[in-house]
């Protein structure tokens, strides 16, 4: 797992911790700087979001498969808010975006693994799908120059962006493609502050809000949480007793090197820890005294 990947999930379940059950945005979070309502566009860069439609299906519910790139990208925006993460938003019937769907509607007490009824209006109700955000000069601060070894990026006193694509795709939680099919004409290997970038309506990750706590305090009422980990889906479960609160996609160590299975205690959560890196452990799972201690950061 990345340590991009660690410290995302971390801020993720702890959010998740305190928002289940917060609705999707419908409209912008002008409470973060930079946001803006409009004008919006659709892939492709034309202004406007495109009309909803849906296919027409038999039956009330619509499989993932059936809907209209447009729908997809609302169902990836409203799953993301309601810390069920459907991977990096793309507007495509990924895997995780199925799988996301599903856990979310067993959360809800449904049996359906497709767009029902009520979601389909949930879905229609999403405006504007596209925001456009401000490339600021604190945000180009985070882009810049970054070894790939090691032994170098332990001298850094930051980790951050080797691109602006990069920083601006993570932000808004979407892959990279996507984000450039959304702005066709922006040259984002020479992105300058002040220049507008449409992206999905989602709530911006900010790495740069983000305090770094030794130890978070543990909190009694959390006491019958647990964490699952789906090492064939891929998949991080939160749950409280019985009831799923979120479900993040993960990389579950490799064929080489796979997860360890069994039961887990967590002793301590912290947030922005450096990142130590063992080459004995990543390849053979055993700390050696020859490692390097990573600067937190993307």
Known sequence: MSIRTCLFLTIAILVAAHATGQGVPTESPAASPGLSPGPTAGPGGSAGNRPTSMPHTKGSSIPISALAPDMLTRLEILLDSRSFGPGKIDGKAGEFVELALSRYQMAQGKESQQVDTELKQELKEIDPVYIGYTFTEADQGWIGRIPVRPAALARVKKAIYRSPLDFIAE???SNPNFIKKLNPKIKFDQLKPGTVIQVPNIQPFQVETINPVPDVRSRPEFAQRIIKVDTKARLL?????????????ITPGSQRLPAPVGTWKIVKVTILPNFRWDEAMLQHG???RDYYLIPPGP
Request: zero cysteines; glycine letters at 6%.
């Open 171 to 173: 932000r808004f939680h």
């Open 237 to 249: 479960d939160l749950k409280d007793g019985d009831r799923l609160l979120a479900s993040f996609p």
């Open 286 to 288: 055993r700390r050696s």
